[in-house]
């Protein structure tokens, strides 16, 4: 938890998990890419129609509580210049979460693991 406001009227919390939330909504706004985390136990409880939609994402607090270093994994789509597309998704999510918190991002490393090809791709390459 990280305590961002306390006064008379009480304590202002917000959970890592909402963090993980923002920067996974943030990246898959931008255009190219295809999904979020490699987590096999997370594959599995998504066919069980369990939504996660902090996987993948680890937050590292200071202890002023006032930055954030955050490290997720993303797959992108196939034809999308990688660099360009990463570099999309860290300005998104670090304008995301320092706009919603009011804390401040000092860094977003993000590890591409995957690359996702369309259907109609691969239906062009089979045919070939």
Known sequence: MIKLKENTSGVVEI????????ANTSALEVEGIAGTDNN???GIAEILGKKNYS?????DIDKENTNIK???NLSVKYGYKIPDVIFQVQEKIKSSIE????LRVT???INV????FDKENNKRNEKK
């Not at 693991?113 to 996702?116: C, D, F, S």
């Open 15 to 22: 959970s890592d998990e909402v963090i993980a939330v923002i």
């Open 40 to 42: 096999f136990a997370s």
């Open 55 to 59: 996987k993948g994402v680890k937050i």
């Open 70 to 72: 955050l490290a997720m």
């Open 99 to 102: 706009t919603m918190t009011g």
């Open 107 to 109: 860094q977003i490393n």
């Open 113 to 116: 693991y995957n690359i996702v």
